[in-house]
């Protein structure tokens, strides 16, 4: 596998896992703000605050490219989906996530 690739998938990694960390951090969030901040409007800027976070979160997700073959890597097709966020590998060439070594069809 190329550096180049390393890196790029590293990157898909690095955002789906700051994707789950704001997902999973709802309730943890809005249970502390809950405890120590006694008013609605502060625990309401919270919130809002949390939905930006996981509304970019899950864009930079959709919209991640494969680095082999340059589409989006968790789309079946030309636009960004939302709904294969738990791919394992490209929806399009294959190339998984979490390899250390990959064989390119070209080098069989």
């Known amino acids: 596998m190329l550096p180049e690739e390393q890196m790029a998938l590293r990157k898909i990694r690095r955002v789906r896992r700051w994707f789950w960390i704001s997902v999973l951090g709802y309730v943890p969030l809005f ?3 809950k405890q120590l901040m006694r008013s609605d409007l502060i625990i309401t800027l919270i919130m809002i605050v949390w939905v930006i976070g996981v509304v970019h979160a899950t ?3 959709a919209f991640s490219a ?3 073959c340059n589409n989006y890597f968790h789309a079946t097709t030309g636009t960004p989906s939302f709904w ?3 791919a394992r ?3 399009h060439c294959g190339l ?3 390899a250390s070594r990959v064989v390119y069809p070209s080098m069989e």
């Open 31 to 33: 249970w502390l703000g």
């Open 59 to 61: 864009a930079r997700v």
């Open 66 to 68: 494969c680095p082999r």
């Open 84 to 86: 294969n966020l738990f």
């Open 89 to 91: 590998a490209c929806t």
């Open 96 to 98: 998984p996530l979490r």
